[in-house]
Structure formats: structure tokens, C-alpha cells
């Protein structure tokens, strides 16, 4: 059984920063994509920033003002989020495409989510 267990998330005022955190532990094999999405009241999920391999992407909403990095021998990822805006506001969650063992197929997981609220 993979988790993805998040911590961070709160409330911040306009322009303050935050540090999100996601470990997926329990039976993996590899690990590939892993990332943060978010979700606002009203709104479709949507990507913030992912890392495979090296490689970032980022929503062109948050470029510049978030971080996303990744320790490999941990399985964790982390989203340091500065200047953060009253746009920011949303529950973010933690995305992670796992192979349980070598035989399987990756699947993707999810985390339960973590409140991010910003303040004007």
C-alpha cells in the first residue's frame, strides 16, 4: 500500500512565503513524476509544478515565485512558495506516478490534500 503524506499548507498574509512537503512511502519499486496540484473553490485541479528526472515544469501562474524540489533517496518533494498571492488560495495536493514492483504498471497516487490560504 503506497501514501503520499503532505505537511505544510496555512494561512499566510499577501507576499508571505510557504513550504509544502510530501513523502510517499509503503511498497514502491520507482518512483517517476511527482508534483503538486492545486484546487480552488469553483475550479478544475490544476498543475502547479512536477520534477522527473531533473526536469521541472511549472504553471506559468507560479514560475518565478515557486520552487519545487525532490530528494530521490526519500521519495519527497517539497514546494517552497514565496510571494504568494491571494490567488494562491487553494487546497494543494501531492501527485506521485509509483510502480509498486517491477512487474506493474506505474499508477498515479494522490495525497488527502492540504489547505493553503492567503490573505490580502
Known amino acids: 500500500q503506497v501514501q503520499l503524506v503532505e505537511s505544510g499548507g496555512g494561512l499566510v498574509q499577501a507576499e508571505g512565503s510557504l513550504r509544502l512537503s510530501c513523502a510517499a512511502s509503503g511498497s514502491i519499486f520507482s518512483v517517476n513524476t511527482m508534483g503538486w496540484y492545486r484546487q480552488a473553490p469553483g475550479k478544475q485541479r490544476e498543475l502547479v509544478a512536477a520534477?522527473?528526472?531533473?526536469?521541472?515544469n511549472y504553471a506559468d501562474s507560479v514560475k518565478g515565485r515557486f520552487t519545487i524540489s525532490r530528494d530521490n533517496a526519500r521519495n519527497t518533494i517539497h514546494l517552497q512558495m514565496n510571494s504568494l498571492k491571494p490567488e494562491d488560495t487553494a487546497v494543494y495536493y501531492c501527485?506521485?506516478?509509483?510502480?509498486?514492483?517491477?512487474?506493474?504498471?506505474?499508477?498515479?497516487?494522490w495525497g488527502q490534500g492540504t489547505q493553503v490560504t492567503v490573505s490580502s
Open positions: 520534477v522527473t528526472s531533473g526536469d521541472t
Open positions: 501527485h506521485a506516478n509509483i510502480k509498486e514492483t517491477y512487474y506493474y504498471p506505474e499508477h498515479d497516487y
